[in-house]
């Protein structure tokens, strides 16, 4: 069965330190990658999405991340975090297909300190 | 204002009791999803639906029952409410089903079952 692991559930970082979630799924054929984020409060909202082409996809608020196929990977980067940058990121993947199945990771809660 | 809402924010209810939660989607989109957020278990789908009318079964979908009997509106039951539905429930939803496309989400029902 498919499943997405974020296996940091708690992250805390010093304003401009530079951020690395871990996202690993298994899934054997071509899949679509996502990362949502959740601030405090508000909606989960679209971060980046991987469907095709280059592997590293660039999102909202200079996040980034890397499709690493081999690795079965889609880490989500940053280069220097903000305090606004505190919130819950989801990985999800689904089949390319086109599936209504979403498989979401836990989450991993990221905390900025000021 | 355009966008998805569930009604209500928060509710709290007794063991065996009837709940409905709302979802209502201004964008006309053809998929509505509903998902629970647990502790450690990430988001996970409920039930899906393609269009009105049409509606099939997600990873978690015992105790609950859905229709949609109108394009805009995704409302999810819980016939006889359990402890274990206690939990953070996400309506979503998306033009197309194909996975490239994003999912937009409500803000959210918290749901306590005594």
């Known amino acids: 069965a498919q499943s997405v692991s974020q296996h940091n559930h708690h992250v805390i970082l010093s304003e401009a330190a530079s951020l690395e979630l871990g996202c690993n799924y298994s899934?054997?054929?071509?899949?679509?990658l996502f990362w949502y984020v959740q601030y405090p409060g508000q909606h989960l909202q679209l971060l980046l999405k991987y469907f095709s082409g280059d592997p590293l996809v660039k999102g909202i608020k200079g996040f980034e991340a890397e499709f690493i196929k081999s690795k079965f990977s889609f880490n989500l980067r940053k280069p220097s975090v903000q305090w606004s940058d505190t919130a819950e990121y989801f990985c999800a993947v689904n089949e390319a297909s086109g599936t209504y199945k979403y498989i979401f990771g836990t989450g991993t809660r990221l905390k900025v300190l000021a | 204002d355009a966008g998805i809402t569930q009604s209500p924010r928060y509710k709290i209810t007794e063991t065996g009791r009837q709940v409905t939660l709302m979802c209502h989607q201004t964008w006309s989109h053809s998929y509505m999803f509903w998902y629970r957020q647990d502790l450690g278990h990430g988001l996970r789908l409920i039930y899906y639906?393609?269009?009105?009318?049409?509606?099939d079964k997600g990873e978690v979908p015992d105790g609950y029952v859905v229709s949609r009997s109108k394009t805009e509106n995704f409302p999810l039951t819980l016939e006889s409410a359990t402890r274990s539905q206690t939990s953070v429930y996400f309506c979503?939803?998306?033009?197309?089903?194909?996975?490239?496309?994003?999912?937009?989400f409500g803000p959210g029902t918290r749901l306590t079952v005594l």
């Open positions: 979503a939803s998306s033009e197309l089903l194909a996975g490239t496309d994003t999912q937009y």
């Open positions: 899934y054997g054929g071509t899949v679509n």
């Open positions: 639906s393609a269009a009105a009318d049409i509606t």
